[in-house]
C-alpha cells in the first residue's frame, strides 16, 4: 500500500475499526486457520461482489490478524470485472452497503459512506 493508514491490523483499535470503513485487505493475499472459518464461518456464496468485505466485517472483532508488507498475489482489473467493472457499479454499491448497513452502527455507516464516495471521487481522477 502506498499509505501507511492501509497497513493497520488488529493489535490497534484503530485496525478493526478502520477496516469496517474501507476495505483494504485484498482477499486473494489472505490466509486464514481453519479455527476462524470453524468458528465463524466461510464467504457467503449468495453475494455477488462483497464476498470478502462481508467477512472482514463479521470476523474482524472475533480474530486477530496482522498485516506482512510482501508482495504474496497480483491481479489485474479490466472493463468486464465483477466488481471494479463498469456495468457492476450500481449493483455491486447497492450490496456493498446492505451488508455494511448490517454490521455497522449508525454513526460507522455515515462515515463509510462519506469514505466511499470520497475513494469514488478519488478513482475517477486516477482514470482521467
Request: glycine content about 4%; proline content about 2%.
Amino acid at each position: 500500500p502506498r499509505f501507511r493508514i492501509y497497513t493497520a491490523d488488529s493489535r490497534t483499535t484503530f485496525g478493526k475499526y478502520f477496516l469496517g470503513l474501507i476495505n483494504y485487505i485484498p482477499h486473494q493475499t489472505v490466509f486464514n486457520k481453519k479455527a476462524v472459518v470453524d468458528r465463524c464461518g466461510f464467504f457467503r456464496e449468495d453475494l455477488r461482489c462483497v464476498m470478502d468485505v462481508e467477512m472482514w466485517l463479521r470476523i474482524k472483532d472475533k480474530t486477530r490478524w496482522l498485516f506482512f508488507d510482501r508482495v504474496i498475489a497480483n491481479y489485474r482489473q479490466h472493463a468486464d470485472a465483477q466488481s471494479s467493472g463498469p456495468k457492476n457499479q450500481v449493483f455491486n454499491q447497492q450490496e456493498s452497503y446492505r451488508i455494511h448497513r448490517k454490521y455497522l452502527n449508525i454513526f460507522s455507516f455515515g462515515l463509510f459512506v462519506v469514505f466511499d464516495f470520497i475513494l469514488k471521487i478519488k478513482n475517477k481522477e486516477k482514470r482521467l
